[in-house]
């Protein structure tokens, strides 16, 4: 019993640390239009979003990108950005305050997804997971009925790295993790 809380423990603390470092180094996980042309993370669909509504500093925003721009350019080889001109390089500056109902599911999953990935290192939370199936719905949703009127359906994809961060999201709920750990070592009764 005690060893199963340990292990669901570890595997939610090491999963949940992945799952931060995927969501705030912006790996991509899908491609939707959004306000800065195409956003390929839940960080930059919050950010779009935060920054033309102009709730949250633009420095706050700043700080949040800028991990995410570095392992861009290291990536890359190009030179480390600037953190002054952070913004500028995701066309944030250009960005209008009119809210995309379009991608909604996407919207909500990816606040879910960044909230659930920053909780997720000081506790056991179901956020990321939500987020995580709400972005799915909405790109699933999208691709199979086209609801949204959009003349190019490829504009709406999702990359296989989708999966890992599922995978990741459900391994970072320690309760989860524990039933499933008890499910592969139930004891043998003897008869």
Request: proline fraction near 4%; hydrophobic fraction near 50%; glycine fraction near 6%.
């Amino acid at each position: 019993m005690a060893s199963s809380k340990k292990w669901a423990k570890s595997i939610s603390r090491k999963a949940s640390f992945v799952f931060f470092l995927l969501i705030l180094l912006q790996i991509p996980l899908f491609r939707i239009p959004c306000r800065l042309g195409i956003c390929k993370s839940p960080l930059q669909v919050t950010s779009s979003q935060l920054i033309a509504s102009q709730y949250v500093p633009q420095a706050v925003m700043k700080v949040l990108l800028y991990p995410g721009a570095v392992g861009k350019a290291i990536y890359k080889a190009k030179p480390l950005p600037s953190y002054s001109k952070v913004l500028n390089l995701y066309r944030f500056k250009k960005a209008s305050a009119r809210m995309e109902y379009y991608y909604l599911e996407v919207l909500v999953g990816s606040y879910f997804a960044v909230a659930g990935a920053f909780l997720g290192l000081v506790g056991s939370w179901r956020l990321g997971i939500s987020g995580i199936l709400l972005i799915i719905w909405g790109l699933a949703k999208e691709a199979f009925l086209g609801q949204h009127g959009i003349k190019n359906r490829s504009s709406a994809y999702m990359y296989p790295t989708m999966s890992i961060a599922l995978v990741l999201a459900f391994f970072s709920v320690k309760g989860d993790v524990q039933k499933l750990i008890r499910c592969f070592t139930a004891k043998r009764k003897d008869v």
